[in-house]
């Protein structure tokens, strides 16, 4: 099964029936070989989630017409390792992740698997893009957001991406008339205001669903969120080195 | 319950009744109030999962002798999450995860749900700490671990953290007079070389086990890896902004 053709890793969180994925798998086909392997269930805000103390199950899939698919009982991150280790066998050319069904800007870029799965291919050092589209419906419309994956995607496969990077690409739950184009700029600063709503089950033991609001302290310009608000897609260019370079020399001042 | 003490929330990624969370427990009573919130079972790999399909449980637990504590059904982060905003009547002074089991040095600070609780109080704006013994043994001895825990706790204390900062604490595993000190330094680029034990179970049919080899290519100077190696404890400023900022000239030029 030899190919000159860019071998394309194609994976999610949302699992391996949702929209947004067959969106995917639809634009990568002409841009090459493409291989599935997505999880069995919904694995949203799995974050870079392994899984290590439970056998993993790999099935194959039919879900997908002339594709080599497979599902996976794993988490997003699971399913990049499983795909080049276990099902490749070579290295793909480029990781996509998603569509996912719903906004990953800002620091949901750590609470989401389907940024992780596309961090999980940067640690690879292989060209790796995670795509979200703001709309969280199951039956949302892909039309834009397909437009945008094909463009990115084709100048990833042509241009390669720079070392150790991945790209978290968010696109704007907008008819084509209002789309702007797409802007590189950074993740804002935004967070997490949660709460818990408490319930009592039927033997009035509590129980709690996180929840929250969402909240953007970051005012500056040149954010995704800022971008997105404007009608724009976000490409952020996201790294796995933690390091906060800036305060190693203040911390170097503590008594330690 | 008021009182002029640091309130300190204590959580980890081993479970509740794991020997480094009793060990940072320990270090933290002379410290200030110390509250415990920590998952009821292993979390460990779980990454910056939060539970979102499920709901929660969380129990008052009698494990910790003159200490409110809480064991909890879902991941470290959740655990952050509900001690903040369910459990504290306010923010609490200091967030502390660990003493792990095992190190979480370089990009294991992806998957470690260690770090992602401490990385969850940064993002929290809270002063936050993850700790972590280089030995995976349950029943490792973490006496030189407690006194770098000590110190850097009351460092934090005396000299705030950097905002959006959190420190990665990775302590080796050696007797007190092969012990160096303690050095600040970056996340070292070494990743795992994962492979898959496949298996065959009682019906024939595949499973899965994901092991792989951790092989350091980063052969620079003032990484945690190269601090361990040489009987340092390594502490690494840790950030929630994942933007590669460098990157995103690069991007510019791309015919997005």
Redesign the interface.
């Known amino acids: 099964m030899s190919s000159n053709r860019p071998l394309i890793l194609v994976t999610n969180d949302d699992g391996i029936s949702a929209k947004g994925l067959f969106s995917l798998v639809e634009v990568m086909k002409p841009l090459g070989e493409v291989v599935v392997v997505a999880p069995d269930s ?1 694995q ?10 439970h ?4 099935e194959k899939s039919t879900l997908f017409e002339g594709i080599t698919a497979y599902s996976c009982s794993g ?1 997003p ?2 399913c990049v ?2 795909g ?3 099902v490749l066998n070579r290295k793909p050319d480029l990781v996509v992740s998603g569509i996912n069904h719903g906004a990953n800007t800002s ?1 949901n ?3 989401s698997g389907t940024m ?1 799965a596309a ?1 999980e291919g940067a ?2 050092w292989l060209p790796s893009i995670g795509f979200s589209l703001c709309n969280f419906d199951g039956n949302a419309d892909f039309s834009i957001a397909k437009k945008v994956v094909s ?2 995607a084709e ?1 990833t496969l042509k ?1 390669g991406m ?1 070392k ?2 991945c ?2 690409v968010n696109i704007p739950d907008l008819r084509e008339e209002e789309f702007k ?2 802007k ?4 804002a ?1 935004a ?1 997490w205001e ?3 709503d ?2 009592l089950d039927q033997f009035n ?6 929840t929250g609001d969402f909240s953007d302290q970051d005012k500056s310009e040149n954010t995704d969120l800022y971008w997105i608000e404007r009608g724009y897609a976000s ?14 020399k ?3 001042n ?3």
Chains 1, 2 share one sequence.
């Open positions: 919904p949203s805000g799995m974050g870079h989630a392994i899984t290590i103390n056998p993993l199950r790999l988490t991150v699971d390792k499983l080049i280790y276990e620091t870029v750590l609470y992780s961090i640690m690879e463009t990115i100048q241009n720079p150790g990077i790209l978290n184009g797409v590189v700029c950074r993740q600063h967070y949660d709460s818990f408490k319930r033991r509590p129980y709690y669903w996180l490409v952020v260019p996201t790294q796995f080195d933690l390091t906060a370079y800036e305060a190693i203040e911390l170097e503590w008594s330690l």
